[in-house]
């Protein structure tokens, strides 16, 4: 058993790509190695901004021998034949037997191949491997062909305490390594992985990205604590400063005490997001003048000027947004409004001005669905949640779009819950973010959401496969769950037939356009048919429910059941329905009901098809010819109406017991009854009475669609 070690040196790889492209390469590594027959007892991988490590334990020293049967030419084939499957087995004409099959008879023989030895094998799979790696962005420099994410300096490549020359590019693969790039750049010779280890530690890096982060967490921790602090838990900025550093130094740095009083948003971002250093709070909460960050040096003077470089560099940011934050309220939002008008939305969609007309108009068709919802609260907030686009902050720091809105509002005395819809209406922006529930902002999110998918819709920028550039399916999957969350019984149809007919008059028509006159007609001409895309949103917002309750454990097959009896678009109302339809068939009386459904369902369909017609309409009791029939349809009278009811008022469990009570019945028709009898009156009164029994699953679902594999 022998150890691997490859090292490719880099210049430093973008921190979000490291870990991700590392286990992409080791992966690879291991599937690679298991197909060509070697033994490996473990691959591990580590990264650091200048480096990814792949080290496998335990490689066999050969591959495998292989033993292979294969089949030859007829037995009676030419000669010419046989000698080329001679040749390509290595085998002699002795060591092949003949044998019967079902095709004729047919030469065989067993050919053993002798494992080559690791290293050739390695060799050949690593320059396969980084020939085949991808990155998201990559490049080229000087005068090389080979791409990789940043110029690549160096290969380690040590097999056995061997090096193995390895070849890619303008690289050959040597044992020597180098340190930090400032700490300890010398280069020093590789044996194996626990002498480089230590190597790198001596050199100034730690190799391993948990022990950094553990690393800086603590010594984050440890300083904030010497000055009475807390540092704000920030596991994403952790995993990415990680990613920045070899050798971490946590430092401490302070703010001017006048650039505190930006909102707390504003030195958040400008702390966090834009200088990636973590943010502090005092012993109530609050936040606190000082900021932690992390360098990757070590000084002599203690980081005295790393700290002031990094307090000058914040102190300027924090400027300009304390100068912005006084600039910008000197002018009301109404105001601010006014210059939306030159901000274009979409070249195709006209301007955000014109979309917060369109809002406005949706916001307050909202307000009928959306309890609690104030009409000119909705109306106010709705005219104005725009408005901080345009303000010299938001230029500043994007990020802060909305949020600022919040402050300026609040600044100017706008009422709480107009403040927070403006904050919240682009909300959910991810799976982690949060979902609003204030009534207002509850319309200005669904309006502003609702609005950008038909605008999309109209004209064809519809997500294809994995490209979705407009970010139509979260816009749809926030829609969703703000619905759910908030219980709106809400009929989506309307609003997007409302949505879409307000676009027409604000389409643009681009030279593209012009070009291809199919395509001027269609968006000038009228032709935009409203209806066949409410169907399309319907769809594309069935899909997205799919999958964001198959997250949660439920199964696709029941959401079509339910969708399909009516084509639902209340998704609060589909989904009690689903969970109860869901109860029901976990149920004894649910499996076995089901059972008979699918039964009756199959007996109807090819009776049907044979007949050539659709059974249905009114069933003649004169005509039954067993006790079995007239309990059924009896049954199926009395409850018809019962079930019809509760499902018009939203009671689905009380639908589905009503549909348990005819199990009984529905056992005994099928356990007694013949439906294809000679007497065809009586076969086809049968069938009416089966179709009757299908009618009124259909009232609760289309059990045609459930998956009945599941239920046994």
Known sequence: MAELLLELFSEEIPARMQMPMAENIRNDFAERVKKEGLFVKSVHSYVTPRRIVIIAEGLSITQEDKTEERRGPRADAPQQAIDGFLKSTGLKKSQLEIRKTDKGDFYFGVVHQKGRPTKEVLKSVIESLLANVTWPKSMRWGSYETRWVRPLHNIVCVFGGEVLPVKFGHLTANDNSYGHRFLGPEAFKVREFKQYEMQLARQKVVLDTERRKAKIWEQAQKLAAEHGLFVQQDDGLLEEVAGLVEYPNVMLGSIDKLLMRVPDQVLISSIRT????????????HLAPHFIFVS?????????????????????????????????RRKKLEEWAEGLDKVIFHAKLGTVAEKVERITGLAKLLDVWVPHAHFDLTERAAKICKADLVTGMVGEFPDLQGIMGYYYAKDQGEKEEIALAIKEHYSPLGPNDIIPTAPVSVAIALADKVDTLAGMFTIGEKPTGSKDPYALRRAALGM??????????????????????????????TKKDEDNKGILDKLTGGKVKPKELVDELLDFFVDRLKAGL??????????????????????TRLVKRVEALDNFLKSENGANLLAGYKRASNILRIEEKKDGTT??????TDVFDQVEEEKLFTAIRDTHDSIKAAVKDNDFVRAMDL?????????????????????????????????????????????????????R
Do not use: C
């Open 659 to 711: 549909l348990a009570t005819l199990r009984r019945t529905v056992d005994e028709f099928f356990d007694e009854v013949t439906v294809n009898v000679e007497n065809e009156d009586i076969r086809k009164n049968r069938l009416v009475l089966l179709a009757y029994l299908r009618k009124i699953f259909d009232l609760v679902a289309n059990f045609e669609k459930i998956d009945d594999s599941i239920i």
């Open 615 to 620: 059974y249905g309409g009114r069933v003649n």
């Open 480 to 509: 969703i769950n703000i619905i759910l969350e908030n219980k709106l019984s809400l009929p989506l149809k309307i609003l997007f037939d409302r949505a879409l007919h307000n676009y027409p008059k604000s389409i643009r028509v």
């Open 550 to 571: 198959k997250g949660r454990g439920v199964r696709h097959d029941l959401i079509e059941a339910v969708f399909d009896t009516d084509h639902e678009d209340d998704f």
């Open 296 to 328: 990757n040096m070590e000084t002599s003077d203690g980081g005295k000027a790393i700290i002031a470089g990094n307090e000058r560099v914040l102190r300027a940011r924090l400027s300009d947004a304390a100068f912005f934050w006084s600039q910008d």
């Open 274 to 285: 834009h200088q990636k250093y973590f943010v502090t709070r005092d012993k109530k909460g």
